[in-house]
T-cell receptor, first 118, second 111 residues
Framework: DAGVTQSPTHLIKTRGQHVTLRCSPISGHKSVSWYQQVLGQGPQFIFQYYEKEERGRGNFPDRFSARQFPNYSSELNVNALLLGDSALYLC?????????????????FGPGTRLTVT | GQNIDQPTEMTATEGAIVQINCTYQTSGFNGLFWYQQHAGEAPTFLSYNVLDGLEEKGRFSSFLSRSKGYSYLLLKELQMKDSASYLCAVRDWYGNNRLAFGKGNQVVVIP
């Protein structure tokens, strides 16, 4: 079975531009999460989607938005790019959504999109 | 909020044992994950602890103490391919899969 796929692999943009990153989860997985990983740091949570609804949002400005499609794939959009947005953007898929205190679903990460803003 | 702390780097010899520590503070704890990340690649899952104690998986073991907010990952019989960053991530209680990651601990294995 194919793992999590992301496109594009690498991207170079200039300040002020807009970017769209794409993610396809593992077949059968209904939840997608997005993380930003700046060089030398751990991944930082941006969004989680489950069944096309936003289920969690990290501490990121409104320039960041996302959506999930009926086939469970997802897009991350970033407007008005800043130099500080340069990072590896990771998508993680998991089987489902759990209620408070429920068991964790393992998250499987895609290879990431390396975004460079100049 | 959550605060996860890991040491930044360590060097160890092939065949040795290395322990990577992680301390955390969180308003609601519901599990701790360890991931391995090679340079330029995605994190890959190693282990998951939600109850106190030791979980063993081949050469890798992970320990959790919830009362101390502490976990460690033990890597035995180190191999050159184990050179990577090891990330500790905490999942909170509030009904989602959001993970809060530490900065990662870079392990360098030398011959």
């Amino acid at each position: 079975d194919a793992g999590v796929t992301q496109s594009p692999t690498h991207l170079i943009k200039t300040r002020g531009q807009h970017v769209t990153l794409r993610c396809s989860p593992i077949s059968g997985h209904k939840s997608v999460s997005w993380y930003q990983q700046v060089l030398g740091q751990g991944p930082q949570f941006i969004f989680q989607y489950y069944e096309k609804e936003e289920r969690g949002r990290g501490n990121f400005p409104d320039r960041f938005s996302a959506r999930q499609f009926p086939n469970y794939s997802s897009e991350l959009n970033v407007n008005a790019l800043l130099l500080g947005d340069s990072a590896l953007y990771l998508c993680a898929s998991s089987r489902g959504w759990v209620k408070a205190g429920g068991p964790a679903y393992e998250q499987y990460f895609g290879p990431g999109t390396r975004l460079t803003v100049t | 909020g959550q605060n996860i702390d890991q040491p930044t780097e360590m060097t160890a010899t092939e065949g040795a044992i290395v322990q990577i520590n992680c301390t955390y503070q969180t308003s609601g704890f519901n599990g701790l994950f360890w991931y391995q990340q090679h340079a330029g690649e995605a994190p890959t899952f190693l282990s998951y602890n939600v109850l106190d104690g030791l979980e063993e998986k081949g050469r890798f073991s992970s320990f959790l103490s919830r009362s101390k907010g502490y976990s460690y990952l033990l890597l035995k019989e180190l191999q050159m391919k184990d050179s990577a960053s090891y990330l500790c991530a905490v999942r909170d209680w509030y009904g989602n899969n959001r993970l809060a990651f530490g900065k990662g601990n870079q392990v360098v294995v030398i011959p």
